[in-house]
């Protein structure tokens, strides 16, 4: 596999501090919810997050003043001694069948609500409605999940952290098939390109943000083959690099 890592960025530093801030904070006992105690989390999880990236220019003020704000908002958001949390309900790992494919993810939060099991992802990004069906398709993924797994899940959360802002949506079972007929649409249109072994590179909303434009044949005609030593290159030239892993799970070092 190729395995492309693309260069950090402030925002998601400050989404990574904030998750593992409030991951270690919702898993304390009620009482000891505050903000009095959450802010060195933040401060550890910030640190923790900057470490990793230690090698690559990143600035730090920066992460440190937003994931502050965020954690603010979150403060702005919801009393987190309120939140009941499921039984391994933080950072939970999900995994099942799902119209014979293979479904795997990490859910942020699993809480026990007056109407059955709630599923929440944190948000660090502003909330953008022209995407609200992209936010919504991958929560109801993980309920259709949960519930493939025996865990029926009542409702869908979204907290943003940067208005702030929660929305919580019952999950409907039409809402929730439509999530997986476009997850087995993407796969059908996925298994037809490689057997074609030709891939269609799609334009949309977030390209001038994607860290591939410099090497899509959707955005420059004369781009090379995707795959390619070619394509590979100018990848590199735009602060790419390739981390590859081996069938025993080993991962090589970055290559350039």
């Known amino acids: 596999m190729q395995r492309w890592q693309t ?9 990574t ?28 999880a910030v640190s923790t997050a ?20 965020a954690m603010g908002a979150y403060w702005d958001t919801e009393d987190p001694q309120s939140v009941d ?18 479904f795997r993810g990490y859910i942020d939060r699993v809480a026990v609500t007056d109407v059955g099991l709630r599923v929440t992802d944190y948000k660090t990004g502003a909330p953008k409605p022209k995407y609200w069906w ?16 025996g865990e029926p899940v009542a409702e869908v959360e979204l907290l943003f952290l940067t208005s702030p802002r929660a929305v919580t949506r019952p999950v409907y079972p039409a809402a929730m098939q439509r999530a997986v007929d476009d997850l087995s649409r993407a ?12 891939w ?16 899509c044949p959707a955005k420059r005609s004369r781009a090379p083959e995707p795959g390619t ?23 090589d070092g970055a290559t350039s």
């Open 7 to 15: 260069p950090t960025t402030v925002p998601l530093l400050v989404g």
């Open 17 to 44: 501090a904030v998750h593992g801030a409030l991951e270690e904070l919702l898993a304390l006992p009620t009482t000891d919810r505050t903000p009095v105690t959450g802010e060195p989390l933040l401060d550890q």
């Open 50 to 69: 900057l470490a990793q990236v230690s090698d690559q220019p990143i600035d730090s003020a920066a992460v440190i003043e937003g994931a502050r704000r």
């Open 85 to 102: 949390v499921a039984p391994d309900g933080i950072e939970r790992e999900v995994s099942a069948d799902i119209n014979g494919l293979a």
């Open 134 to 149: 992209s936010y919504w398709r991958q929560q109801l993924l993980y309920a259709k999940a949960m519930s493939e797994c």
């Open 187 to 198: 796969d059908d249109e996925r298994a037809t390109m490689s057997t074609d072994h030709r």
């Open 200 to 215: 269609e590179a799609r334009t949309g909303p977030l390209c001038n943000w994607c860290d591939f434009r410099m090497a």
């Open 229 to 251: 030593p070619e394509s590979d290159e100018i990848l590199r030239q735009n602060g790419l690099w390739q981390r590859r892993i081996h069938p025993d799970g080993s991962v």
